[in-house]
């Protein structure tokens, strides 16, 4: 029996070509953009966000004093978020 003939739709599972196009474009500028940030920022927000290191951690794996791993999160973070909303990508 057809799902439809009872009423019923069944919504497809994963998102759509729209939405993973969309996806793969706001992938692609969050890419760009830091790429576009200074080597220790980008560093300190990769290893931030991939390995989920605290800014004391960070201080410690790239041998930086504590205030400069914090700046360059902050500011890395304020430039990357100019970055995406030049691109005009939502957050």
Same mark, same amino acid.
């Given at each position: ?32 953009? +830091? ?33 400069? +791993? ?22």
């Amino acid at each position: 029996m057809d799902d439809e003939e009872d009423g019923v739709s069944v919504a497809a599972e994963g998102p759509t070509p729209l939405e993973m196009l969309l996806s793969g474009a706001d992938a692609r500028a969050v890419k760009d953009c +830091v790429e576009a940030l200074d080597a220790g920022p980008k560093q300190a927000i990769a290893l931030a966000f991939y390995q989920g290191l605290s800014h004391s951690e960070l201080a410690r794996h790239l041998k930086q004093p504590l205030g400069t +791993v914090k700046s360059w999160v902050r500011r890395g973070l304020e430039r990357l978020r100019a970055c995406l909303d030049e691109l005009g990508v939502k957050r």
